[in-house]
């Protein structure tokens, strides 16, 4: 069977990008809590001073980084050995010091805007948290742009990071939509 490709916030634009441009070769795409809408000029100047990799800051050890690991947004109800987790899988040792593990020019290259949604040659289907960044607004417009048909998922009591704060939730409404 072809893929089922899933995308969380700005993987969800990933996501949503494979639907338009090789949506004939997958067999859908679930957007995950993707909050697509207009980019403020100054959240552009904010994301194109985080994707400069020289502004990437190093710790001198494992314990400093971990202890600044937060989510964006915070969330205080993820739950706490979900969060320690992927702390400790999100950063690496370099010869400079301990830093996190992404490439900071992703600010860049992943931003979507609600005109590009048009022609997913696939399924797709949108799940939100009921308190996260994908808000009743934005995935209405993101469903419209998909032509008024994408089944929409909501997820109850989960923030911006369903799969931190409910991840069994998450699970089983993937399983829903997969028909398993």
Sequence with gaps: LPPIIYGHS????VALT???????????????????????????MWRAQRANPDAVKYY??????????????EDPACLDYVLAHVAAESVTK???????KFD???????????EDLAGAACD??????????????????????????VPVTVIPDAGHHIMLDQPVALIAALQTL???
């Design 178 to 180: 997969l028909g398993q």
């Design 94 to 100: 370099t010869e400079a010091g301990w830093r996190w």
């Design 18 to 44: 494979a639907a338009r441009e090789h949506g004939d070769r997958i067999r859908g795409v679930v957007a995950i809590d993707s909050p697509v809408r207009r980019v403020s000029p100054e959240a552009g």
């Design 124 to 149: 797709v289907a949108l799940l939100r948290g009921e308190r996260g960044m994908a808000t009743h607004d934005i995935t209405e417009v993101v469903r419209e742009r998909l032509g008024g048909t």
């Design 104 to 114: 900071p020019r992703v600010f860049l290259s992943a931003m979507m805007q609600p």
């Design 60 to 73: 001198a050890d494992r314990a400093e980084i971990l202890a600044r690991f937060r989510t964006v947004p």
């Design 10 to 13: 700005m993987g969800g634009f």
